[in-house]
């Protein structure tokens, strides 16, 4: 381990992100063993919520196997160093849950909003921020906005009160081109850090993570062994790894991270995170991650074709929270397909 | 009735267009808080009083006014329907303040005429609460309701957006009071498309062991049918289904759940058809005022 001041601040969402590709099926004994093992390499900020944030436990999203505080509140107690995030999306959490996961002993809320949608975040920004909490305004799905609209959302996000901002390739659908473009307008319009969440459908995310970082983004996401949404996230200990490489130096072991995901985070994975035709598809496509798992599962309902409904989807421009149109993309398939037959 | 619009934004402006054409409610103003606001001049462009002086307005007037329907939004209402209520106007509130009894009109009309406040939830709340009610009216126990909203960016004003938590609140509530759910959860979502999305509601409903199917989707049919009759453009985007689990939800464990997809297309009366949200919440609300003057009226003949 580094002892220097690290160059970028690393947030590890295995516990959050990570979720979508466990079905949200998180046990006490997990987590602890992700915060232990994540706080001892050294990583300074972990995040852990619902996939889809706090309260996203439901029928559109999936219910949680563990109600979220309590694995909210393990987490805090399991961690000595690390900072315990939140991520919370206006409109399916609450201001209130804000105040529960502060009690908790939770450091940081993200606050998410789709990435042209940044008003509906003031509530819970200024919420999060008079009780003390270190607040991130976190934009989603950032390839369907340009560069300025970005900055535009951002500055109303900075405006009530964010400590910073990110961006989330949610689809994993930008090139290192298109991340270039939107970190370095964001660092030259605001006067707060920026970071970014990258995802992998597209076999980019460390390469943009990178990019990010080279642009001037001081803060950058990963999971353990990428788990994450659709084809995964950013890995964390990969991240570290090629950081190292490059002589950026980010104050965690990296031999540290490789044992957390090689000896807890892969036995537990149901699949390896892999770009598999589905996961390729919602990057190509520019369809939000977290339906990969959704849409197979409706896919396999209504015996219709996943990758025709992520199309569909990706033809409708839905957004993150809109899973129960894959529902709705899988009956009319079903129709159509009926139809054609007669 | 003499009745008074407060708040000029997207919600007041449509109501507007609607009520000109009532024959129990007669419009007095569209009361606003920025003289150049599109609604307040529309507002003046039909020959209507429109001023500007917000809730102060209402109140030096309230000797001419029997009814207002506030379409500001949470807090506005919270700070003021007091005030409303002891100056012996009747409020219907718009917003998701939640203050009067809930009402939806294909449930329950009729229960709160007399009341000196009204709240009609919230837009996805009028497209949701009567299908979980249609629902639990033919099974034993609802365990658990959930509703998914999502509108048109554009559609959706300052006021919605600051209200975002007293939306789901709201409508969540309505779910488990009006709707009958013993547990629930309502979800928002915007969606920036262009051209805009239709209004689209989803509602899903755990189903216990023993319901009979058949029953919860013909229950669905006829509620949809009532709900048309006041909304023309709410409708059934697929077909009901019933999708197999088990499913575990915070009511418990369910081997079913209904999966009803709504989507409503808005009359256009200001805002384009897209802006169905619009139009339910102003839809509801005229029929509740037209109610409550048509029992004032009958009271009236009778006294």
Not at chain 1, 74 to 83: D, S, Y
Not at chain 2, 122 to 144: H, K, N, S, W
Not at chain 2, 207 to 235: L, Q
Request: glycine fraction near 10%; include cysteine; charged fraction near 20%.
């Amino acid at each position: 381990m580094s002892t220097s001041a690290p160059d970028f601040r690393l947030i590890d969402s295995t516990l959050r992100d990570g979720s979508h590709a466990i079905s949200h099926q998180y046990d006490s004994k997990e987590v602890i063993a992700i915060v232990k093992g994540l706080d001892r390499a050294g990583v300074q900020v972990i995040e852990i919520a619902h996939g889809d944030g706090l309260g996203g436990s439901s029928f559109n999203y999936g219910f949680s196997k563990v109600d979220e505080k309590g694995l909210i509140a393990q987490a805090c107690e399991a961690t000595t160093n690390a900072k315990i995030a939140c991520l919370l999306l206006p409109g399916i959490g609450l201001t209130d849950d804000l105040r529960d996961v502060h009690e908790l002993g939770v450091g940081m809320a993200r606050i998410a909003t789709h990435c042209t949608e940044a008003d509906i975040s003031e509530q819970h920004i200024k919420t999060a921020k008079s009780l003390g909490l270190e607040t991130i305004g976190f934009m989603m799905l950032a390839h369907m906005n340009s560069p300025e609209g970005l900055v535009e959302e951002a500055l109303k996000m900075q405006s009530y009160g964010a400590d910073s901002i990110y961006f989330a390739d949610s689809a994993g659908a930008m090139t290192t081109e298109d991340v270039r473009r939107r970190v370095s307008a964001l660092v030259s319009a605001l006067d707060i850090p920026v970071g970014v969440h990258a995802h992998n459908n597209l076999s980019m995310a460390v390469a943009n993570s990178i990019a990010a970082y080279e642009e001037g983004a001081q803060n950058l996401d990963g999971t353990s062994a990428g788990l994450g949404a659709g084809a995964g996230n950013c890995p964390t200990e990969i991240l570290a790894a090629v950081s190292d490489k490059y002589g950026i130096t980010t104050g965690v072991d990296v031999l540290a991270l490789m044992d957390v995901a090689e000896e807890i985070v892969r036995p537990m994975m149901p699949r390896q995170q892999v770009i598999d035709r589905a996961g390729l598809i919602l990057g190509y496509a520019g369809v939000y991650g977290s339906f990969l798992l959704h849409s197979q599962r409706a896919a396999e309902r209504y015996n219709v074709s996943q990758a025709e409904i992520l199309l569909e989807l990706g033809r409708r421009r839905v957004v993150g929270g809109q899973e129960d149109m894959i529902i709705d993309v899988a009956l009319e398939l079903t129709q159509k397909h009926a139809e054609a037959k007669k | 009735m003499r009745c008074a619009i407060i708040g000029s934004g997207n919600i007041g402006t449509d109501l507007m267009v609607k009520m000109l054409r009532s024959d129990v409610l007669d419009l007095v103003a569209l009361v606003g808080i920025d003289p150049e606001s599109e609604g307040l001049v529309r507002a003046r462009g039909l020959g209507l009083e429109a001023p500007h002086t917000g809730p102060e307005w209402i109140l030096e007037n309230a000797s001419n006014i029997d009814m207002i329907f506030d379409a500001t939004s949470a807090y506005v209402h919270v700070r003021h329907y007091q005030e409303y209520a002891e100056a012996g106007i009747t409020a219907i509130d718009l917003t998701p303040a939640a203050r009067g009894p809930k009402v939806i009109p294909p449930v329950n009309l009729y229960d709160h005429l007399d009341a000196p406040n009204i709240n009609m939830v919230t837009c996805g709340g009028q497209a949701t609460t009567p299908m979980v009610f249609a629902i639990r009216r033919v099974i034993d126990e609802l365990p658990y309701a959930e509703m998914v909203s999502t509108v048109a960016s554009k559609s959706a004003g300052p006021g919605t957006r600051q209200n975002i938590d007293e939306f789901t609140k709201t409508t969540s509530t309505a779910l488990r009071e009006i709707g009958g759910a013993l547990r629930s959860k309502a979800i928002m979502v915007l969606n920036p498309a262009e051209p805009p999305i239709m209004m689209r509601n989803t509602v899903f409903a755990g189903i216990p062991e023993g319901a009979d199917h058949g029953a919860v989707i013909d229950s669905v049919h006829e509620m949809v049918a009532e709900v048309t009759k006041y909304v023309p453009g709410y409708r059934l985007k697929n077909p009901p289904v019933i999708e197999e689990g088990p499913f575990h939800t915070p009511g418990g464990i369910v081997p079913h759940r209904a999966v009803v997809l709504l989507e409503v297309e808005g009359a256009g009366d200001y805002l384009p058809a897209y802006a169905g949200n619009l139009d339910i919440m102003t839809a509801a609300a005229m029929r509740v005022g037209e109610a409550i003057a048509r029992s004032r009226k009958e009271k009236d003949a009778n006294a």
